[in-house]
Structure formats: C-alpha cells, structure tokens
C-alpha cells in the first residue's frame, strides 16, 4: 500500500488535499499531480472577488508554496493535458505544452477535474469581450477588457455573476445583469435573500433584468451590445455565468459510471475500484439528505480530498458532511449551511434592511438549511443544529436578542 504510485489528475482544492493529505498519513509511494494550466494548484473563489479586483496576485491563490511540493515528493506536472485513460493498462496519455504526448502509470488513479463553463452559442466564436470566470487566465482576460470599458452586461444572476458585478461597479463600470429566471439566485436560495440581493445590487447602481432571455451577441471584431427579449443593451465587455457542468468526459470515455458527475460511493471510490474521485466533479450520496447530489463547494472538494487519501490508505472513512458554501459582494458576508431544495418552512432572525439578518429553512420539524448575511454566528451554529438533527425552539430563533446558541 505505502508503495503505491498514486496519480492525481486536476489543479484545485481536491486534488492538492488528495496529495496533502496522503503525505500526512506517511503515504511513502509516489505521487503525481496533473495539471492543464501552467499555475500551481490554486482556490477559485477569490477569482470573481479580490483576485478580480486587483487585491490578490495570483501567488497568493496558490493553496501551497512550490517549495512545499518539493519537500513532500509531490511531482506537480504542469500544462500537461490528459487526453485518455487507459484503465487495462492503468495509464494515462496526455500531451504537453508544446504538443508533445507522454504517458504515465499508476496504480491508483484521482480524478479531480472539477467543472467547466456552460458555452453560450455565438454567431462570431472569436468576438473579443465576450468572458467566462474560471480560471486565472480567464480573469486575466477579464482584466484586459476592462481597460476602457464602460459598460459590462452579465449574463446570469448567479453568485459569480453577482461577485462580478459587485467588484466591476467598484471599478466605475455600468453594469447589467441579465437572468433568464424570474428571480436572481433562484438556483440556490429562497426568495427572501433573492429580493434582499435584488434590491441591494440596484441600490448601489446595477440593473437587473430578470424574466429575460439572450438573444445574441452583437459585434465585429469586439462585442458592441446584447440582444435580449426586453431589448438591445450597449456592452463593452461581456461576461457569462449561466452554470457549470462537471468535468466527466475523461472518466466516461473510459467507461467509469457517470451521471451529472462521476458516480462514487461514500468513500468517493469509482465504478472502478482503482479509480478515485473527489470534488465539484463527483456525484456521491448524501448520508443526511438521503439521495445523490454534486455541490460545487471548497469544504465539499478538501473534505473528499480527505476521503480518497483515508480509503487510498484502506482506512475507509465514509465521507458525511453538512454542505457549506458562501459568497462575498460588496460588504456583505453571505454564508450558506446546508440544502433547502424542498423546506415546508422558514424563519427569519433579524432584519434585512441592517444588511445583517439569517433566514434558516425547515423541513418536517428540522433545520435542514440556513443563509446567514453577516452573521457568522448563526451560520456557525445553525451547521451544528443540522447536523445534529437539534430541536430548535422557533421563538427564540426569530428573537435576534437571544444568543444564537440559547435557542435549542
């Protein structure tokens, strides 16, 4: 076991963790990190937030130092590209930069691919000003088109849309932001914190369209406006977050099980029992709400990162986590426990108009959920009341006098 060659396919959260992790439990055998971009394994986060604004470089995206690969006997491999996997042979092909293709072997393999994108189709594929958010270089783009830009249109209302927007109003830009559904964060959230992030945004100058469909993207050799269903809206610079989809090609080409993800169990073992994934790319089961999910969450990618080291180590620790995600726009703290896909309640504890207030979902008599606007307090406690399936007394939730931790 400790002379295993472990081979870790992905450069974010995950698959650094997978690697950390492995290191921390005296894995002696090899490892080996394949990367399709030329940084460091790097968090994603702050991409649409400070590293879009200008107050991160990217050194300080980086989830570890060089030197820290080169003391653990980590082989980063980096703009090396997978193209297959060769699960009878247990190997991969990939190519390098300058277009030339090597293979390497393993014995366990880590997929950790996460997600991409969703394309918007475009008459004209090369019109400049037309963005996605998803990598350092897509916000080096980013930053390039903002040069003399004037006015931003975003298609999506959702959290990268919104981040943008708050960093690119910031910036002195107009900005629009164009959602096909009848609310913004309709996807995520409920509609207390959808109209709280509604009107927030347009107090400090974004215009929202909701209800309205794109169109088409108008320009020659640069974007020039957005056609929409409500009208044609002059754009500089174009940026769109309509989703994700999760990074599953390599595994179903080899003929490991996917479905919206790559399909583990609750050690984050594949179809193939060689074969590992973890993070935004993984369907796996949800021991506390009982059925399948994929979450495109950094708690979500170290904490399976965990799990695939622990069973590589056939320590088999079953992965059962609270999900958490949280967002940052303008100076709102925006923390999310949990999933509220189908509550029959909610409370709400505080006031939206302080910028400072909660709203936490039930399901059957139990927290299932919460969304805490500046109130870390709450979000802290409430991961603690999901997870423990605690009886909440529901009047002294909704009195924001009482201690958070006083209510159960």
Not at 40 to 50: A, C, D, I, M, V
Not at 175 to 195: G, Q
């Amino acid at each position: 076991m400790n002379e295993k060659n472990i081979v870790i396919i992905g450069g974010g959260q995950a698959a650094s963790q997978v690697a950390t992790s492995l290191r921390q439990k005296n894995f002696m055998g090899d490892i080996s990190i394949l990367s399709s971009e030329g940084y460091l394994p790097y968090q994603r986060p702050p991409l649409s937030k400070k590293y879009l604004s200008g107050e991160l470089d990217s050194e300080r995206l980086y989830l570890k130092p060089e030197k820290f690969y080169q003391d653990q006997n980590i082989n980063v491999m980096l703009n090396s590209y997978v193209e297959e996997i060769d699960r009878g042979n247990s190997k991969l092909t990939f190519s390098r930069k300058n277009g030339e293709e090597d293979t390497i072997s393993y014995d366990n393999l880590v997929i950790s691919t996460g997600t991409s994108p969703r394309l918007i189709p475009l008459d004209n594929p090369n019109l400049k000003g037309v963005h996605y958010l998803r990598s350092i270089e897509d916000v080096e783009g980013i930053k390039k088109s903002l040069i003399g830009a004037k006015n931003m249109v975003i298609i999506g209302g959702g959290y990268i849309g919104l981040e943008v927007a708050a960093v690119s109003r910031k910036l002195g830009l107009s900005v629009t932001v164009v959602e096909m559904a009848s609310r913004i964060l309709e996807r995520v959230t409920s509609p207390v914190i959808s109209s709280f992030y509604h009107s927030y945004h347009e107090s400090q100058g974004v215009e929202i369209m909701t209800s309205t469909s794109v169109n088409g993207i108008n320009g020659d050799l640069n974007v020039s406006s957005v056609e929409t269903s409500s009208g044609t809206i002059e754009a500089d610079i174009v940026v769109v977050g309509i989703g994700v989809l999760p990074c599953q090609n390599l595994a179903e080409k080899a003929g490991i099980e996917t479905n919206n993800g790559i399909v583990v169990n609750e050690f984050c073992i594949s179809s193939d029992s060689n074969v590992f994934s973890a993070g935004d790319c993984t369907l796996h089961p949800s021991a506390f709400y009982k059925r399948d999910i994929r979450l495109e969450s950094v708690h979500n990618a170290i904490e399976q990162g965990k799990t695939v080291a622990s069973s590589i180590m056939e320590e088999f620790v079953p992965y059962n986590q609270i999900p958490w995600f949280w967002s940052d726009q303008y100076n709102l703290k925006f923390q999310i426990a949990g999933l509220n896909n189908d509550y029959d309640e909610y409370i709400v504890r505080g006031r939206p108009e302080d910028n400072s207030f909660s709203v936490f979902y039930f399901k059957d008599g139990f927290m299932i959920s919460s969304d805490c606007v500046n109130s870390a307090p709450e979000h802290m406690m409430s991961r603690r009341f999901i997870f423990n399936r605690a009886e909440v007394d529901l009047e002294k939730l909704q009195n924001k006098e009482i201690s958070i931790k006083e209510v159960i």
